[in-house]
């Protein structure tokens, strides 16, 4: 079996992709990690088009990972540790439609999956869960500033002040996952 056939692929949003993309970047399994969009009306967003919450799309990561190293369910369990899923449209500061909670799934298996966590993860939260599951649409890849962007801007104020604490979040609750 070839490396490209053994690898599938999860499609994530949950507010701003440098979160997102950062934390999965330290997971072991996570063989890829694109910022893009997806979700949306326009074709090949920018990066200022999204944010003026005009085109619909959502920021989001996707992952390419091994499912021998890590499940979808595993990935889907990081997700819902590290973004805040109750809150409609909005993480933290970053508030329109773009920062939205959904998963986009690629099979229905994933979608399976995804609903079942959802509802496992629901009596974990004190607020309804408002993550979307939606299929997948076309993808966008985000422009190339913007991937890998907290390993390049480590002490950029929105990486110190949000990013860091979220990849500290993941690295203590999930130790045996971190590469």
Known sequence: MSQQSATEVAILGGGCFWCLEAVYLEARGILRVE?????????????????????????????????????????????????????????????????????????????????????????????????????????YKAEDYHQNYFAQHPLQGYCAFVVAPKVAKFRKMFTDRVK
């Open 35 to 139: 910022s893009g969009y997806m979700g949306g009306e326009a074709p090949a967003p920018t990066y200022e088009q999204v944010c003026a919450g005009t085109t619909g799309h959502a920021e989001v990561v996707r992952l390419e990972f091994d499912p021998n190293v890590i499940s979808y369910r595993d990935i889907l369990e990081i997700f819902f540790t590290i973004h805040d899923p109750t809150t409609l449209n909005r993480q933290g500061n970053d508030v329109g439609t773009q920062y939205r909670s959904v998963i986009f799934f690629t099979s229905p298996e994933q979608e399976a999956t995804a609903r079942k966590v959802m509802a496992e993860m629901a009596a974990v939260w004190d607020a309804t869960i408002v993550t979307q599951v939606l299929p997948a649409e076309p993808w």
